[in-house]
């Protein structure tokens, strides 16, 4: 994928803000309703993949439409946007009101930073995977400073950074859309049961 099309594809994976957000702000906390919101959402993200998978003519005008910022392994496996509302509705319903707001909004964050400085700037390669010094110091300071101003507690705030660069660099053989808001919700959670 090319830096244009990858960016274009981290400025929209930044509106994924919306449902931290709206979680927080518009429904004011309200569990069930945003749990029922993103299952909705989900069901409709599902029907469209399956659609996108069996329907040849329905394949070609989603190909069309969002081909653009469609990554190689996508074109046979579900999009990151869906990954996204699965990992936000396990954040909702197994954690705390805030924990999950945050977390939700560090994959947002943290991963479009990650690569944003890492494809632009990122000169110090690790050894195991493609990734850059530069990106996952992005992915952390991002968040960290997002984490301290939406958080009352700055250890869950560090803690849940720390835990969602180490998803975002991490080999586990899972989509980054699920490993960085659920790791940084698992660490929260744990640092939560200390403080």
């Not at 309703?33 to 329905?58: C, D, G, K, P």
């Not at 494809?119 to 984490?147: P, T």
């Not at 180490?166 to 080999?171: G, T």
């Amino acid at each position: 994928m090319g830096r244009l099309n990858e960016t274009l594809r981290k400025s929209i994976h930044l509106s994924s803000l919306l449902i931290p957000f709206g979680y927080r702000y518009i429904l004011g906390y309200n569990r069930r309703v945003a749990f029922v919101m993103l299952l909705a959402a989900l069901v409709i993200s599902l029907v469209i993949e399956f659609n996108r998978f069996w329907q040849r003519s329905f394949r070609k005008t989603f190909h069309r439409i969002f081909g653009l910022i469609l990554r190689k392994h996508e074109l046979k496996d579900f999009t990151g946007a869906t990954y996204l509302l699965v990992a936000s509705l396990l954040c909702v319903a197994f954690f705390d009101e805030p924990i999950a707001a945050v977390s939700i909004a560090y994959l947002s964050i943290g991963d479009t930073f990650a690569a944003l400085i890492g494809m632009n700037f990122g000169k110090r390669k690790f050894l195991h995977n493609h990734k850059s010094m530069e990106g996952s110091l992005a992915c952390f300071v991002s968040c960290a400073i997002f984490g301290l101003w939406w958080q009352a507690n700055p250890w869950q705030a560090i803690v849940g950074a720390l835990a969602a660069t180490a998803a975002e660099l991490s080999n586990v053989a899972l989509d980054d859309n699920i490993k960085i808001p659920l790791a940084s919700a698992l660490a929260m959670t744990l640092v939560s049961l200390f403080i």
